[in-house]
């Protein structure tokens, strides 16, 4: 691979920043709907959810940025995987919120409100550091409602509304106090005699976040609208790459566009990837076939290592399961496997190891049964796409055909 001075435009492994965002149109008119609602001073809630690598947390980060700029809201977005107890979260939330402030002013008038919380903040104020001494903050989740209210009046007339996204609840979701206090949170903004806020919630995470809540309050499932995030069409990744490679002076050959699109299934964590990997593999500015296929190989190994379970890395990339794995690669994305057709397809010597390959994958959780006997499933999109990427790997290797 030939250096480059011009930096990737493609950004794996984060949210996508809001200039390179693209399609998700019906989600973004649901958004618009619940921001116009806010704006007219009531509150909406979404969760928007979908597998991993879907593209949720960038979508709700161009949600943010879409009320920040076209409704004049304040937007925070809170990650909460290192808070495992209620208060901790309110916590992290209202720091993020005084984090976020775009004024100085803002800032000084919203500290206040705070003041027996905070623990310190930088000479700057740019970082703002609660107390995580529970006993001390243990009246917070009480007063959320009332203090982010003050907090809302004091934004006015300059700011009319906030975002709150909760991203990344793995650890809170499975603690019964943060349930219910969303569920009453939400209760307590309709039926207050002050009114609802002018408040956009968004929850993000895979359905299992929302699983675990409803266990211990089956009603907050009713308080979201939800959006699912499915994988995006090919005419959108098609534009995506052609509007990311363009932004670099990257011209596209159409064969190397239909692997790049084909491979990465519509899934923008893979498109990221698949789309950096073809980037630094190309030396000419024209992207060809042979620069899309040593991208997806290394794309390949590196999706592996980021995004998988060990387990299933290693069951996958088992030299004794590879033939079975070029066979299911050739398949289209959507099929669902059937054990005869797979068998037909595989050379007479390797035949004996199917029934293990499938007692593996369904052991680890990659494969699920189908509605008939003899079908199977994947049971999500990233261990279809990440096989069809290894097969792919496989048969390179096979061929000679590595990336230089």
Request: hydrophobic share 40%; aromatic share 8%.
């Amino acid at each position: 691979m030939a250096s480059k001075d011009s930096r990737s435009p493609f950004t794996p492994g984060v949210p996508v920043p809001v200039e390179y965002f693209h399609g998700r149109k019906a989600e973004i008119e649901r958004l618009r709907r619940a921001l116009r609602q806010c704006a007219g001073g009531r509150n909406a809630n979404v969760f928007i959810t979908g597998e991993r690598g879907i593209g949720k947390s960038s979508l709700a980060a161009y949600a943010r940025a879409l009320a920040e700029r076209e409704y004049s809201f304040v937007g925070a977005h809170c990650y909460l995987g290192a808070e495992q107890t209620l208060e901790g979260a309110c916590a992290h939330i209202f720091e993020r919120i005084l984090e976020e402030l775009p004024e100085r002013s803002l800032f000084e008038k919203v500290r206040e409100v705070f003041r027996q919380y905070i623990r310190s903040v930088d000479l700057l104020g740019l970082n703002v550091e609660f107390t995580r001494e529970r006993d001390d903050l243990k009246g917070l989740p009480r007063e959320f409602l009332p203090k982010l209210r003050t907090v809302l009046k004091e934004l006015q007339p300059s700011k009319k509304g906030l975002v709150l996204i909760l991203d990344d609840l793995n650890g809170v979701s499975r603690v019964p106090e943060f349930s219910r206090f969303i569920k009453s949170f939400v209760d307590e903004m309709a039926t207050s005699r002050r009114g609802s806020l002018p408040l956009l919630l968004l929850l993000v995470g895979v359905q299992e976040r929302m699983d675990d809540l409803a266990l211990t309050q089956p009603s907050v499932r009713r308080i979201f609208d939800v959006a699912e995030l499915g994988p995006l069409s090919g005419d959108e990744a098609r534009a995506f790459f052609a509007r990311a490679f363009a932004s670099v002076g990257c011209a596209v050959e159409p064969d190397a566009m239909g692997l790049a699109v084909h491979y990465s299934g519509g899934f923008p964590m893979l498109m990221h990837e698949i789309g950096d990997s073809i980037f630094w593999c190309d030396r000419d500015g024209r992207i060809d076939a042979e620069d899309a296929s040593n991208g997806i190989l290394w794309a390949a190994d590196t999706v592996g290592r980021k995004y998988l379970e060990p387990e299933v890395y290693r069951a996958i990339r088992s030299k004794s399961y590879l033939s079975i794995l070029r066979q299911i690669g050739k398949m289209p994305l959507s099929v669902v496997i059937q054990r005869s057709e797979l068998k037909r397809m595989l050379p007479e010597t390797e035949r004996a190891k199917l029934d293990n390959f499938l007692k593996k994958m369904r052991k680890i959780g990659v494969l699920v049964p189908g509605d008939e006997r003899g079908e199977y499933r994947f049971s999500n999109w990233l261990h279809r796409l990440y096989v069809s990427l290894e097969a792919g790997r496989a048969q390179g290797a096979r061929t000679g055909h590595e990336r230089t």
